[in-house]
């Protein structure tokens, strides 16, 4: 299982990558920053920017009379986002566990993939969310809004439903969620963590992003980044039969590779949680 996550940290902590899915899931994320309707000059924190991708996407809603703070733990993250600076953008070392800003700094925080509650040796920030959720209400103005996003869910194998069902089993799928974790601390029970913190106007949302042939190169990419990610290690856990079909559909050199059917579609989603202090 460790190894298993370590790669997935891997395939995702390099800046190729990163900027790749970032450009395959800007459509999904500029609809979804357009419906928050950020207000026009307001300050906000990106928690766990990454490369700064949607950093600037969310400045540019709030306007050059606005502010975004982007933070992340990552150096290397860091000093590639502050090589595309703006002027209403700053981008800084943090960790979210321990937030550097005052009490009620920021009029909303964004917070996107990054509050992933699990074991740290794998990479999580935490197993249990509420620490982090405390320190996003501290730094929130009375009346600031909260939005964490998670990715929820896909449909990649088209026509493949059974061996797409068991390679969601396995391990990788799940991740960093295992086995005697609080339920409560897993993704979908985000509304429970913000009403522990006494947000309120709690709300979630799913929003969906369709994949339609013909695919680009950047889309084709970033399918086989995900093919990887999720089930590149899932060997161990299905039959061969099932892990040669896996194989013969999801390889990039494979003849099969289910991303050269000329009717291929496919979509994945990702879920929005909302309170308010």
């Known amino acids: 299982m460790e190894n298993e996550i370590n790669t997935i940290n891997q395939n995702l902590n390099t800046i190729e990558n990163y900027i790749c ?6 459509p999904l994320f500029n609809l979804i920053i357009k419906s928050l309707d950020f207000p026009n000059g307001s300050k906000g924190l990106d928690a766990g920017c990454g490369i700064g991708f949607y ?9 050059a009379n606005g502010n975004v703070i982007g933070l ?11 090589k595309n600076q703006a ?16 009490d009620k700094t920021f009029d909303w925080i964004w ?19 509420i620490t982090i959720i405390n320190e996003f209400y ?21 026509g493949y439903p059974l061996l797409e069902a068991r390679l969601n089993t396995t391990s990788g799928a799940t991740a960093p969620f295992i086995k005697g974790m609080d339920p409560l601390n897993h993704i979908m029970n985000a509304k ?15 929003f969906l992003a369709d994949i339609n042939a013909p695919l680009d190169k950047n889309t084709r990419t970033a399918l086989s980044i995900f093919f990887q990610m999720f089930w590149g290690e899932s060997e161990r856990q299905l039959s061969e039969e099932n892990w ?25 989603t990702y879920t929005l949680f909302k309170g308010v202090k």
């Open 72 to 82: 992340d733990l990552s150096r290397d993250f860091i000093t590639y986002a502050n």
């Open 138 to 158: 501290r730094v929130l103005k009375p009346g600031g809004k909260l939005i964490i996003l998670f990715w929820s869910t896909q449909k990649f194998l088209s």
């Open 192 to 206: 429970h963590w913000l009403k522990k913190l006494s947000f309120k106007d709690i709300s979630a949302k799913t």
């Open 111 to 129: 917070s996107a993939d990054t509050v992933w509650p699990g074991p740290k040796e794998l990479g999580c920030p935490t197993e249990d969310p």
């Open 55 to 63: 950093t600037r996407i969310l400045a540019e809603s709030v306007g």
């Open 244 to 268: 040669n079909e896996f194989k013969r559909l999801c390889d990039i050199n494979s003849d099969d590779n289910i991303l050269n059917n000329q009717y291929y579609y496919g979509f994945y």
């Open 87 to 102: 002027q209403n953008i700053q981008f800084e070392e943090g960790d979210i566990n321990s937030l550097h800003f005052e």
């Open 21 to 26: 899915l970032s450009e395959f899931r800007r």
